[in-house]
Each structure stands twice: as C-alpha cells, then as structure tokens.
C-alpha cells in the first residue's frame, strides 16, 4: 500500500483551519483522518476512528488536558474538525482504576466531559485512545491485517510479521474490556508503534500525525506482502448450468423472497432496496465449490455483523429459462435462512435474560452462483453500504483461504455485537418515511410532472427511477440528483423491457409506476389523419399499456403487491375542442386504469389515475397557453386561474395526488381530480 501523504496538501489544511484557530495538530489529525478514511482497504463505513491529544479551553478559559476523538455519525474520508469533538482527558484516565463499567454507563461518562454538549458522541473506543498513552492514535480495520488474524494461527502469523514492533490483543468486544486489555498490552510493550487486534483490526501510534499514519500505511504493506508469500490457488470451481440467468431476471424474485411480512397490516410487507455486485473476484468467490463452507463462517471483522448479519445466504445457481423451478429452490434455501436466525436467537437470548428483541430475520447479503451477490437494506445507501462490506468480506476471505483457512469470532460474540445495546437503542429510535423501502419508476420523467413527481416521491422516502428519452433533459434530471436516469422510449417494447431490467439490476425491482409520458395531438376529427391518430393512441395508450404490462411483470415476480399510477387527464372526461387525437387516447387510458383494477386486486396490485388539468408541461406549452388564452379572450394568468378555487394548478400538485394515491392503500381504481375545480370535468 502506498502512502497519500503530501506535504503541500498538508500545510494547506494547517493553513485552512488556522482562520478558525484550531491548531496544526487538530487540522494534520483531520488531514491524515481523511487519508485513511478515503481507502477503502482500511475504512470502510464507519470501520475506524482517529485521535489526538492535547490542549482545550473550556468555556470559563480554562486549560485542560483534552482527547479530541471522532465522533459517530462522521465519515472519515470528509471529517471536519467538529468530527474529533474534545472529551476532557483527566476523567478519561481516572476510569483506568475501576474493574468493570457497563457501555450504557461508558458512553454517559463520555459525554458528560465532552467541552461541547452539542458534538456528537465519542467513539465506543475512545477509553483506549485515552489510555493508550501516545499522542496520536490511528485505528483501522485494514483488508490485510485482518486476513492475518482471521486465521486458525493468526497471532503467531502477526507476531512473525511484526515483531516487537506491534503488541498483539486477543479478540474482546469494543468497549470498557477492550481498553483494558489494549492498555495491558501498550504498557507491557512502552516501544510498540502498534496493536494488533485479533480478529478486529489495527491500531498504530506517533507523536504527529504523519509519523502515525505512515506507520499505519507500513503495517499494512507487510500484511499484504506476508500475503502474497504464502499465497495458492483459491477456490475450485463448481459445476453451473449450461446458461446462467442475469441479475436483473432474478433480482424481483430475490426481493420478493427477502421481503418481511407486517403483522396487522392487512397483508403489508416490509421490503427491501438490493444493491447486486459482481466482479470477477465476486464470482469466483460465489462458484467456488466450498462455498457454503467458507461463506458461512462468519463476518472478517465483528461491526460488519451490524449491517450484513453474521451470515450471507447461498441460494443455487439459477439456471437461463428455468427460473420457476429455481425460485421454489432459492425460496427454500431463504425460508431455511429465516428459521436458523430463529434458532440462532433464541440460543443465545437467554445469555441476556431474554431481553432482547429479534431483528428481522432476513438476511442482509445474497450469493448466487453465476450471477454475484445481491445485498439488501432499508434503503439504497444500506444496501451499497452493505454490498461493501460484503465485497470486503470476499477480498478478505479470498486471501485468507488462499493462505491457510478463514477463521472468524464465535457464533456468540457476533450475537453479542448483532444484538449490542447501543446499536440496539440506535435501531429503536430510527424513523422511516413513508414510501421508504419502495422503488418508483416516472415515465417522462424529465418533463415538469416527472421532476416534480420524483421529487415527491424521494421526499416521502423512496427510491426513483426516470424513465424518458435519452438527451439533455434526461441527464440533467440525473445529474440534479431528481433520480436515476433511464434512457427509454415508451413506445418500444424492447427499450422497456430493457429499462425494466436496469432498474431490477440497480435497486432489485419495482413496487410503484407512475405512467405520466404524453404529449398533446390537436386537429378536428374529420380533418385529422390515422397516421396523427395512431401515433397520438401509440403515446397515450398504448404506451401505457406497455410500460404497465412491463411493470406488473415485475411486481408478480416480487408477490409484495404493487400500486399503478396514471396521468389520465381532464380531456378524458371533459373532451375540448379540435382535442379529440389527445382525448381518444387518454379516455382508453381510463378504462385501462380500471381494468387492472379488476385483474389483479386479488394480487395487492392497485391501480389508480390522476385526472389533471392546465399544468405547465411539455404537454400544456407557452405556445399552447398563448393560443388557448387568446382564443378565450382572457389573459394567460387568467386562462391558467381558469377554475373554482381560482389558482393556477401546478406540477407539484399533481405530484402531490400521485404520492396520495400510492399512500391510499385501500383504494383501487379510482381517480383523483387536480385541476382547482372544474364542474364539466367531475366524474359522473
């Protein structure tokens, strides 16, 4: 591993933060903090923290001794000064004398000497950066430490590659213990520049920033040459299916499968956003033949048990063409999966006298021969957290079979770090929004209504996909954050259903449409020519038909139900003038909103529309307000106030009726006016 440090880039944060008068100790800390916490190989979602020791005053003026640490909730790859809040040191040290303290009580006593009551809290191991006594203190869970000591003789493996340079700690939780013991091995050991931590991770010292850092660079660099001496072949490969399907074909049928039932819910499911990985790394690492020996050991470094579980599950290899019978098989092996977490828990709660309350039991991290690994969270942000993790597991495990045999913690202490009191009280207090947990495609996703229907949708907590034609309007809708941009043409079969398959593949499938792609045909009937007809009926219907057929496909294969949303459109009920090619089509749109109403209610399918009206949009143009309102004799202000309530309707409305109607979950075809009031265009 290579050093990142630059003494140009250095001097330049000392010169930054000195403006806020934080000292160059505090600002290199910061500095070589981001350094670590950018290398994946070292950190990885909140897998480390730094610290630094010095001096603060407090709000009387006062000097003291102070442990400036990070902070939870700070990413090391973008920390800030305010992400190393200061904890007086002085109580830190007293609590070296006493035997025994709870966590609940550990994390308390910490924030009772932070110097600002509003920093976040300390990290759960800033006693063993108090205790330790060197001036800075970095702490990694570095890939290649970890192969070392995850390993049936890893501490004699660590203490060839390290010597005397690093005192070794046997495998203890995070928390008041582990302090203890790590403070054991420092004094033991007054020359050591580091601790290995069995099972865990790594620690190295010096007296600045740079000094620790590179130390901690060194480390690791002997661990991955130690790595490279004692490497062989890996994994023999298992025997597969002629053809293996895609990821996107299974990706609905594995969400489905992973979803959680609500209890009083009338049949509701908690669901879950995927994240698929698959390098050649990864499928070598799922079409080994060992692989549910290897996999099911347990985590590379005990946190990632938080946000993966201990264990993956393996389901077989899905074979191209014969995915009924794969899925009975997968859905076995993930019902087997459910009912061992079970057992699981219940070996081990007693151990806590029964007090502690199941997770969910699905799990967190999918291989699947052929096709990769899938993982899954609250969330696309929790699944690629935990798709990283669980591609680290994969690097680590890779290397640590290449070397001998992966060996991880016992089966009690991951339930002790799964079911930890502080994670627990963080998980108990977490809040989701509404349409969490639910993945939404827009059909004309970048025009008004899209965007503003994206951004709906994202506020309420989902995950959105735009759907429209490939340009820039389309990439700057993605680039504006309004959701994922999907090339496609409503009007093609095959460009549908290959946008369907890029949204299985990114976020594993589809539980909310919203068909609002359309454009507006005007001209007499009798004048009007089939082709303009056509084409018109091709956009507003028969393009909604397709993207629907498209999107029920996927919501069958998930069985967790699904709502359909339609732009259906005043002129469906309340036809105009010389707009009959636009209204034609939007009236069999209607009928088609209640026709998947009646076929597949019965499948927790809803399907409801929005009957909109005078909307700026690519529909409702300038151009078009100036020759409506001119030829109504009113301005244009007046001609878009034109209705009861007297205000001008707008795509955020629209929006908002969408968002209404997915959260209706006791209705089903029906159809939502938003058009301020207009009495011609009431449903009879």
């Given at each position: 591993?290579?050093?990142?440090?630059?003494?140009r880039?250095?001097?330049?944060?000392?010169?930054r933060?000195?403006?806020?008068?934080?000292?160059?100790d505090?600002?290199?800390?910061v500095?070589?903090?981001?350094?670590l916490?950018?290398e994946?190989?070292?950190?990885?979602?909140?897998?480390?923290n730094?610290s630094?020791?010095?001096?603060?005053?407090?709000?009387?003026?006062?000097?003291?001794?102070?442990?400036?640490?990070?902070?939870s909730?700070?990413?090391?790859?973008?920390?800030e000064?305010?992400?190393?809040?200061?904890?007086?040191?002085?109580?830190?040290?007293?609590?070296a004398e006493?035997d025994?303290?709870?966590d609940?009580?550990?994390?308390?006593?910490?924030r009772?000497?932070?110097?600002?009551?509003?920093?976040?809290?300390?990290s759960?191991?800033?006693?063993?950066?108090?205790?330790?006594?060197?001036?800075?203190?970095?702490?990694t869970?570095?890939?290649?430490?970890?192969?070392?000591?995850?390993?049936?003789?890893?501490?004699e493996?660590?203490r060839?590659?390290?010597?005397?340079?690093a005192?070794i700690?046997?495998?203890?939780?995070?928390?008041?213990?582990?302090?203890k013991?790590a403070?054991?091995a420092?004094?033991?050991?007054p020359?050591?520049?580091?601790?290995?931590?069995?099972?865990?991770?790594?620690f190295?010292f010096?007296?600045t920033?740079?000094?620790?850092?590179?130390r901690?660079i060194?480390?690791?660099?002997?661990a991955?040459a130690?790595?490279?001496?004692?490497?062989?072949?890996?994994?023999?490969?298992a025997a597969?299916?002629?053809?293996?399907?895609?990821?996107?074909e299974?990706?609905?049928?594995?969400?489905?499968?992973?979803a959680?039932?609500?209890?009083?819910?009338?049949?509701?499911?908690?669901?879950?956003?995927?994240?698929?990985?698959?390098?050649?790394?990864?499928?070598?690492y799922?079409?080994g033949?060992?692989?549910?020996?290897?996999?099911?050991v347990?985590?590379?470094?005990?946190?990632?048990?938080?946000?993966?579980?201990?264990l993956?599950?393996?389901l077989?290899?899905?074979?191209?063409?014969?995915?009924?019978?794969?899925?009975?098989g997968?859905?076995?092996?993930?019902?087997?999966?459910?009912?061992a977490?079970?057992?699981?828990?219940?070996?081990?709660?007693?151990?806590y006298?029964?007090?502690?309350?199941?997770?969910?039991p699905?799990?967190?991290?999918?291989l699947?021969?052929?096709?990769?690994?899938?993982?899954?969270?609250?969330?696309?942000r929790?699944?690629?957290?935990?798709?990283?993790?669980?591609e680290?597991?994969?690097?680590?495990i890779?290397?640590?079979?290449s070397m001998?045999?992966?060996?991880s913690?016992?089966?009690?202490e991951?339930?002790?770090?799964?079911?930890?009191?502080l994670?627990?009280?963080?998980?108990?207090?977490?809040?989701?929004?509404a349409?969490?947990r639910h993945v939404?495609?827009?059909?004309?996703?970048?025009?008004?209504?899209?965007?503003?229907?994206?951004?709906?949708?994202?506020?309420?907590?989902?995950?959105?996909?735009?759907?429209?034609?490939p340009?820039p309007?389309?990439?700057?809708a993605?680039?504006?954050?309004?959701?994922?941009?999907?090339p496609c043409?409503?009007t093609?079969?095959?460009?549908?259903?290959?946008?369907?398959?890029?949204?299985?593949?990114?976020?594993?499938?589809?539980?909310?449409l919203?068909?609002?792609?359309g454009?507006a045909?005007?001209?007499?009937?009798?004048?009007?020519?089939?082709?303009?007809?056509?084409?018109?009926?091709?956009?507003?219907f028969?393009a909604?038909?397709?993207?629907?057929?498209?999107a029920?496909r996927?919501?069958?294969?998930?069985?967790t139900?699904?709502?359909?949303?339609?732009?259906v459109?005043k002129?469906?009920v309340?036809?105009?003038?010389?707009?009959?090619?636009?209204?034609?089509?939007?009236?069999?749109?209607?009928?088609?909103?209640?026709q998947?109403?009646?076929?597949h209610?019965?499948?927790?399918i809803?399907?409801?529309?929005v009957?909109?009206d005078?909307?700026?949009?690519?529909v409702?143009?300038?151009?078009?307000?100036?020759?409506?309102?001119?030829?109504?004799?009113v301005?244009?202000?007046?001609?878009?106030?034109?209705?009861?309530?007297?205000?001008e309707?707008r795509?955020e409305?629209?929006?908002?009726?969408?968002?209404?109607?997915?959260?209706?979950?006791?209705?089903t075809?029906?159809?939502?006016?938003?058009?301020?009031?207009?009495?011609a265009?009431a449903?009879?």
């Amino acid at each position: 591993m290579k050093s990142a440090w630059s003494e140009r880039e250095a001097a330049e944060f000392v010169e930054r933060y000195a403006a806020d008068g934080i000292g160059e100790d505090l600002a290199l800390r910061v500095y070589t903090t981001r350094l670590l916490g950018s290398e994946p190989r070292l950190v990885m979602h909140g897998g480390g923290n730094t610290s630094v020791k010095g001096r603060a005053r407090d709000v009387t003026g006062t000097e003291l001794d102070v442990l400036y640490v990070k902070g939870s909730g700070w990413d090391m790859g973008t920390i800030e000064p305010p992400g190393l809040p200061a904890v007086q040191l002085d109580p830190l040290l007293g609590l070296a004398e006493i035997d025994a303290l709870s966590d609940e009580d550990m994390v308390n006593l910490q924030r009772r000497n932070l110097l600002d009551s509003k920093a976040p809290n300390p990290s759960v191991e800033t006693l063993l950066h108090a205790w330790v006594p060197r001036t800075f203190i970095d702490h990694t869970h570095a890939n290649a430490a970890l192969v070392l000591t995850d390993q049936p003789h890893g501490e004699e493996i660590c203490r060839d590659v390290y010597g005397d340079r690093a005192a070794i700690v046997p495998y203890i939780m995070p928390g008041f213990d582990l302090a203890k013991a790590a403070k054991a091995a420092a004094d033991a050991h007054p020359e050591a520049e580091g601790l290995v931590l069995l099972k865990h991770g790594l620690f190295t010292f010096g007296d600045t920033a740079h000094e620790a850092y590179e130390r901690m660079i060194e480390f690791v660099s002997l661990a991955e040459a130690r790595i490279e001496r004692g490497r062989s072949t890996v994994f023999a490969a298992a025997a597969m299916p002629r053809a293996v399907a895609s990821a996107s074909e299974i990706a609905p049928t594995v969400r489905g499968m992973l979803a959680n039932r609500r209890d009083g819910d009338g049949g509701g499911f908690e669901r879950f956003i995927l994240e698929h990985r698959a390098s050649p790394a990864i499928l070598a690492y799922v079409g080994g033949s060992e692989l549910s020996r290897y996999s099911q050991v347990g985590t590379v470094t005990p946190d990632h048990a938080i946000r993966t579980k201990p264990l993956p599950v393996v389901l077989p290899a899905p074979p191209a063409g014969d995915l009924a019978a794969w899925a009975e098989g997968a859905r076995a092996s993930v019902d087997a999966y459910r009912e061992a977490y079970a057992v699981y828990f219940e070996r081990h709660n007693p151990r806590y006298g029964g007090t502690k309350r199941m997770l969910d039991p699905s799990p967190r991290v999918i291989l699947v021969p052929g096709v990769g690994l899938f993982a899954s969270g609250r969330d696309a942000r929790a699944a690629a957290a935990a798709a990283d993790l669980a591609e680290t597991t994969v690097d680590v495990i890779t290397d640590a079979e290449s070397m001998d045999r992966f060996e991880s913690i016992t089966e009690a202490e991951l339930f002790d770090i799964e079911y930890w009191s502080l994670e627990q009280a963080k998980l108990a207090g977490a809040k989701e929004k509404a349409l969490a947990r639910h993945v939404v495609v827009v059909t004309g996703g970048a025009g008004a209504i899209g965007r503003a229907t994206a951004a709906a949708f994202r506020a309420a907590g989902a995950e959105v996909a735009l759907f429209d034609l490939p340009g820039p309007a389309l990439d700057a809708a993605g680039a504006a954050g309004a959701g994922l941009a999907v090339p496609c043409d409503v009007t093609d079969d095959a460009s549908v259903d290959r946008a369907f398959g890029i949204v299985a593949a990114r976020f594993g499938g589809v539980d909310i449409l919203v068909s609002n792609a359309g454009a507006a045909w005007r001209g007499p009937m009798a004048d009007v020519t089939d082709d303009v007809l056509r084409e018109s009926f091709e956009l507003n219907f028969f393009a909604h038909q397709r993207v629907t057929r498209a999107a029920v496909r996927t919501m069958r294969a998930q069985g967790t139900g699904g709502c359909l949303l339609f732009n259906v459109s005043k002129q469906a009920v309340n036809p105009g003038p010389d707009f009959g090619p636009y209204g034609l089509p939007k009236a069999a749109t209607l009928g088609l909103v209640r026709q998947y109403a009646i076929e597949h209610g019965w499948e927790g399918i809803r399907s409801n529309g929005v009957n909109a009206d005078r909307i700026r949009s690519g529909v409702l143009t300038d151009e078009m307000i100036a020759s409506r309102s001119e030829a109504r004799g009113v301005s244009q202000d007046a001609y878009m106030r034109g209705n009861l309530l007297g205000r001008e309707v707008r795509a955020e409305d629209v929006a908002g009726a969408f968002v209404s109607l997915a959260l209706a979950r006791a209705t089903t075809g029906a159809i939502l006016t938003v058009d301020g009031g207009n009495v011609a265009a009431a449903l009879r």
